[in-house]
């Protein structure tokens, strides 16, 4: 079993920055690839991030992509996920996942282990 819990959601206006961080407790979290979800009211979650085991392999959502930055401590069992240049369809909730595998995917389907979601709010 692996718990994670995010945290440093919040309200921001349009162009601020917001980092999220996903703490895990559990198994070896360095043997989990992590990924970041997002989901808005009504609205199947999305893939917004992920990143493999070591750090080394990451991959964006089209729409984050320059903006936002998903990086990882094994140390301490932290996933981060930095977000630059908001706009107000960034506004969701935020979710971290584990996935047991060397490679983050896109797909929701791999990853096992989730958190209970960061409400991020974007003004315009």
């Known amino acids: 079993q692996v718990q994670l819990v995010e945290s440093g959601g919040g309200l921001v206006q349009a162009g601020g920055s917001l980092r999220l961080s996903c703490t895990a407790s559990?198994?070896?979290?360095?043997?989990?690839?992590m990924g970041w979800f997002r989901q808005c009211p009504g609205k199947e979650r999305e893939f917004v991030a992920s990143i493999g085991w070591t750090g080394g392999s990451t991959n964006y959502a089209d729409s984050v992509k320059g903006r936002f930055t998903i990086s990882r401590d094994n140390a301490r069992s932290a996933v981060y996920l930095q977000m630059n240049s908001l706009n107000p369809e960034d506004t969701a909730v935020y979710y971290c996942?584990?996935?047991?595998?060397?490679?983050?995917?896109?797909?929701?389907?791999?990853?096992?282990?989730w958190g209970q979601g960061t409400q991020v709010t974007v003004s315009a």
């Open positions: 559990g198994r070896t979290f360095s043997r989990y690839a």
């Open positions: 996942a584990a996935d047991a595998l060397m490679y983050g995917s896109a797909r929701k389907g791999p990853y096992a282990y």
